[in-house]
């Protein structure tokens, strides 16, 4: 458990470094894609968004609501990323709309700084953009 400090420029910072972006995103695909078919389900998907808490904040999604709430929720955050309706989400309408997602974090953010609680092993993507930054600063201090 641990505190991370990050506000809209940690995570546009993270957007805009391609090669990093597209490195972390093809990793998350990886991890989400659990039956490793190279796209992913609305189950997967839905697994992936269950685990962002704070993309759930940014989607509004209230934790507490009825289950079928839920699901009508996270159908419609599938088809978001479902940019061509063919019923998956291949890598790239993952990186696309994983890449919109974090630039509004950024906007939502701006210059005020939140802090984020995390536990041991989380890996979202706001601790990547979070990780990012603090590896730059150590190598910008020499
Ligand atoms: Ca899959
Ligand atoms: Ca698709």
Not at 100 to 117: E, R
């Amino acid at each position: 458990m641990g505190i991370v400090i990050i506000d809209g420029s940690t995570v546009s910072n993270f957007v805009d470094d391609v090669a990093e972006f597209n490195k972390r995103v093809a990793e998350l695909f990886a991890t989400l894609d659990i039956n490793n078919d190279g796209v992913l389900s609305r189950s997967e998907l839905r697994k992936a968004l269950e685990s962002f808490r704070l993309l759930e904040a940014h989607f509004g999604v209230d934790v507490a609501a009825p289950a079928e709430e839920l699901t009508k929720l996270y159908d419609s955050i599938f088809d978001k990323f479902d940019c061509d309706k063919n019923g998956t989400v291949d890598m790239e309408e993952f990186r696309n709309e994983m890449k919109k997602i974090m630039l509004a974090i950024a906007d939502g953010l701006g210059s005020c700084p939140i802090q984020m609680a995390l536990e041991d092993g989380d890996d979202s993507f706001l601790k990547l953009a979070a990780d990012l930054e603090a590896s730059k600063i150590k190598f910008s201090s020499g």
